[in-house]
Nanobody, 121 residues
């Protein structure tokens, strides 16, 4: 199985920055996609930023120019640098990874436990 361990959430004022980290562990043959979703109260979970390949990334329109996703392949870790935070960014942020397991070769989608990001005005 795969575990995703998230860190970096917290409380910041509007205009501030946070950096989220997500480390994938387990017997992983390959990571096919990895990134971040978020869910605010009363809203659907939405894609924030995702590596869909080694080089391709997708961003939600609402975060383009403010958020940057990066990865450290040696650590099976993705990061989300969030700058110019707005109250509308307040949500639980979830790491997501689509992997192929090393032993079984099964494709598996894993979710992190979520980390709260709160932006005050």
């Amino acid at each position: 199985q795969v575990q995703l361990v998230e860190s970096g959430g917290g409380l910041v004022q509007a205009g501030g920055s946070l950096r989220l980290s997500c480390a994938a562990s387990g017997s992983i043959l390959s990571i096919n996609a990895m990134g971040w979703y978020r869910q605010a109260p009363g809203k659907q979970r939405e894609l924030v930023a995702m590596f869909t390949s080694a080089t391709n990334t997708n961003y939600a329109d609402s975060v383009k120019g403010r958020f940057t996703i990066s990865r450290d392949n040696a650590k099976n870790t993705v990061y989300l640098q969030m700058n110019s935070l707005k109250p509308e960014d307040t949500a639980v942020y979830y790491c997501n990874a689509a992997v192929t397991l090393l032993v079984s070769r099964r494709k598996f989608t894993s979710w992190g436990q979520g980390t709260q990001v709160t932006v005050s005005s």
